[in-house]
């Protein structure tokens, strides 16, 4: 076994802590990866049943967001995000997660303020930038196409 | 096995960009969530989103930038169907499903669990 000097170890220990990007990469990767495939099983499934297109993608967020709730709640969620960062984050699962987490977090200050409020601290941005964004760009998709009918 | 391996593929690139983003630039996930909604968005209205979710199915529409795509096509539809006025109801008639879930879901798992004591 080699010998480091105390310096040398703490140079290797603090180059290690300074680039954990290349870990955060690869798991954000895998594990985000690894959502979408169930999404497309999901997706798949669904439209064997004999599901519309859109149909299938409703049932397909539907399902995730209540499995990424589920997990939430049992505390499963935040084990796996702590390792897989966007990976979690990024899909649908991570909108379900942001409602849940601070819901539960501030069960404390009540039902109304607490819980109903709390929900959207983060999922209210998203969906306020997201309608927003999609009216702005529909009101100039509309007008480009010369404001056809009323 | 090409649509599994395909939304693998395509669904881990924009997790591996948001992280990249998380670790170079300290964007808080909050501010990652609110621009993949917008770039999905945007890049719908420019019609260089349906073809990605064509070729990479679930990658493209399970993460954030799927709801943006979701939003935009149903204002496109919309707008086909009602004029002006499907311009504001689009939207949210097409994420209808994903969006009541989303909040009776998480309204009815707050109340079930609690978070633990650290």
Not at chain 1, 89 to 103: L, R
Not at chain 1, 108 to 120: H, Q, S, T
Not at chain 2, 60 to 85: M, Y
Request: aromatic fraction near 12%; hydrophobic fraction near 50%.
């Amino acid at each position: 076994m080699k010998n480091f000097s105390k310096k040398e170890y703490q140079r290797i220990v603090s180059q290690h802590e300074k680039s954990p990007w290349v870990k955060n990469l690869i798991w954000a990767f895998t594990v985000g990866g690894l959502i979408c495939v169930l999404g497309q099983f999901i997706l798949t499934t669904a439209k064997d049943m004999g599901l519309s297109k859109e149909d299938a993608g409703c049932v397909t967020s539907m399902t995730l967001i209540f499995l990424s709730g589920l997990f939430t709640g049992l505390g499963l969620f935040d084990r796996l995000a702590k390792r897989a960062g966007a990976g979690t984050i990024v899909p649908i699962t991570g909108f379900a997660n942001a409602i849940v987490s601070p819901a539960m977090e501030f069960k404390n200050e009540g039902f109304i303020l607490g819980v109903g409020a709390k929900m959207f601290v983060i999922a209210g941005p998203v969906i306020v930038y997201g309608i927003s964004s999609s009216i702005i760009c529909g009101l100039i998709y509309y007008l480009l196409k010369g404001g056809a009918p009323l | 096995m090409m649509p599994y391996l395909n939304a693998f593929l395509f669904g881990g690139f924009l997790c591996a960009v948001a992280q990249l983003l998380i670790d170079f630039t300290k964007m808080t996930p909050a501010r990652i969530l609110v621009l993949y909604v917008t770039t999905g968005v945007v890049l719908t209205f420019l019609g260089l989103y349906n073809p990605l979710v064509e070729l990479f199915g679930a990658g493209a529409t399970v993460p954030l930038t799927g709801f943006g795509n979701a939003l935009a096509n149903g204002v496109i539809k919309g707008i086909g169907e009602k004029g002006l006025l499907g311009v504001i109801s689009g939207g949210l008639t097409a994420c209808a499903a994903g969006i009541s879930a989303a909040i009776f879901f998480g309204y009815l798992f707050a109340l079930l669990f609690s978070s633990k004591e650290k």
